[in-house]
């Protein structure tokens, strides 16, 4: 059995990511401590809220450096996928480093912020996180601030303009979307983290 840690960021979606990987018949366990975290399979880095707010958590949580010399998958929800880039307009904030990208606010086009609600994701077929989900599927989102597409987005979405559904460079994987609010494909995702990743 794999040990699957989710990271204790001190953000309020912790337990449904745990719920949502106990439904698909794992144990995950929610933790900060670090010697768990660095002997973990496969962790996940949840967060809703503000970058400065989590920001502020890990490093008081002294999880900076530790996630940052992380060599298993890691896999990044909502406003974890944005903590792995390098910057946050969102209280100006420098973030975790793990990938190039900045965070930023998702330009006024006339559609009402926060985007909330189900939108449809394009990703290519031979990306691991996203086997055996239809292409074009719809997932849950809930986010005001957003990663422009760049060389590590690996699916996208468009709301007013397009940005990064997902992203992965080395081990580290993130997703704006909530995958433990969405449904089959949200819980075929996980599946695809945890088994094939």
Wanted: hydrophobic share 40%; charged share 15%; aromatic share 8%.
């Amino acid at each position: 059995m794999q040990n699957i840690i989710i990271i204790d960021t001190g953000c309020a979606n912790l337990s449904s990511v745990k719920f949502a990987i106990d439904r698909l018949g794992y144990n995950a366990e929610i933790s900060r401590d670090l010697n768990k975290i660095q002997q973990a399979d496969k962790l996940l880095l949840p967060g809703v809220g503000t970058a400065n707010a989590a920001m502020h958590n890990l490093q008081q949580r002294e999880l900076i450096a530790t996630i940052r010399s992380l060599t298993q998958p890691v896999l990044g929800i909502c406003l974890g996928m944005q903590l792995m880039t390098e910057y946050s307009t969102e209280g100006n904030v420098e973030t975790l480093k793990l990938m190039s990208g900045r965070t930023e606010l998702l330009p006024d086009t006339g559609l009402p912020l926060p985007h909330m609600g189900w939108n449809q994701v394009q990703f290519s077929t031979d990306e691991a996180l996203f086997a055996d989900i239809p292409v074009g599927s719809y997932f849950y989102f809930v986010h005001s601030f957003a990663v422009l597409p760049n060389e590590n987005t690996i699916a996208t979405c468009e709301y007013g303009v397009p940005f990064s559904a997902a992203l992965h460079k080395d081990n580290f994987y993130g997703v704006q979307f909530h995958p433990e609010r969405s449904g089959k494909v949200g819980a075929q995702l996980l599946r695809n983290f945890i088994e094939k990743i």
